[in-house]
Every structure is written in C-alpha cells, then in structure tokens.
C-alpha cells in the first residue's frame, strides 16, 4: 500500500454526517503522526463470555443509539466513551470513509477517521468492562500477513492476520484500514481477500467470512 502522508490521507475524503438509518453501528480512525510513521489508534475488547468481539482488537466505536442525530455523532460518541477523546481533541473535521458490511456481528458499519489534535488528551480505557487496553499501531505492519485460525461468522478458519506485539488484528477492521492506508474503496476486494477466498475455493462470496 502507498505510504501516504496523513494530511493526504484524510484530505481526499468528505465531510459527511449519514443518517443513522443506513448502519447500525460506527467506528473512528483515530490518526497521528508516529515518530517514524503514521499511527492508527486501537482498542483491544475486554475478554468477555458470549460476546461476539470478546478479545478482539478493534477501532473505538459501538452501536447507534436513538438519541444519535447521525453516525458521526454515534462514532464520537463511543470514542469518548471508550477512550475518553472528544471532539476537541481532534484536529479538524472528522471524515467519512464510508460504509462496509460486518458479517460477524451483521450489521453494517459507518467508518470515520480524524487526526489527533496538538495537545489533546492521551486516550485511556474509560470501562474496563468493555475495553482492556488502548494502544497506537503504526501502518507498516499492516502490510504483512500471517495466517492464524480464528472463530468466524462460518466456524473456525484460517484468516489473514497482522500480528503487532504480540496482539492479533484480523477481520473487519484489519480489512478497512488496509482500505483506508490503499484508498480503496470498502467494498472493492484486494489481495488477502482474494487469497483468503481462493484458499476456501468459494469465490468472492466467502470474503464475507473475514469482515
């Protein structure tokens, strides 16, 4: 993927607020610039029985609620909530990046992204119940890929995995944010897609198992 400068990365895309009628959830790309790149920040899910997402790593983000004018209201909202950002602690307007398909969870995703402001507050685990650490990953690793078997929407499989200090990003948003960093569109396929789908002989179809 193209190592794009962040100004680059968040200029080429509109400032948006969808309706909240067109996804039931959303999630921010937090940004910075990390000393030798730029950093995505992340969440890794407090390990919980019955929970879809227990352990997973994941962006800041979570369900709409009624009181949620637009999905970009949703996504700040649970950033806050999360990892105790607000909107001043962001630089400039936040993005949209657009809307993808969860298949684990079934339901469609809002994705936004913003820049880290000068001076704003370090992110902290606000609810230990439902978020057990925060940490930055830079986008380089993102480029390589390990295969690790993992509970899908379909059973256990092998799927495509970035592995950062020991933590396993895989699934949906490993997917949208090799997306974002390529600037390919969310639904567009791009090669651990195709891998992953070749490896099941199933076509495009079974890409869903990895969103």
Known sequence: MAALPLRHL???????????????????IVLRDGTHDVETLLIERTVREGDPASGHIALPGGRVERTDPDLCATAIRELSEEVG?????????????????AARFRMNVGVFAANLGPGSSAPRVQSPREVAH??????????????????????P?????TVYDGRV????????????????????????????????????GSMSLIR
């Open 157 to 161: 499989r092998e799927v495509p995995a």
């Open 169 to 204: 990003l895989w699934g949906f948003t490993r997917r949208v944010l090799r997306h974002f960093f390529a600037q390919r569109p969310l639904a567009e396929p791009d090669d651990d897609d195709r891998a992953f789908a070749t490896r099941l002989g199933a076509g495009e």
């Open 85 to 101: 950002l607000g909107p001043d602690d962001l630089d400039g307007a936040v993005r949209y990046v657009g809307t993808d398909h």
């Open 10 to 28: 968040l200029g080429a895309l509109p400032v948006e607020r969808p309706s909240t009628a067109g996804a039931d959830a959303a999630v921010l």
């Open 134 to 155: 925060v940490f930055w990953l830079p986008r380089g690793p993102l480029e390589a890929t390990q295969w690790v078997t993992r509970d899908t929407s379909r059973g």
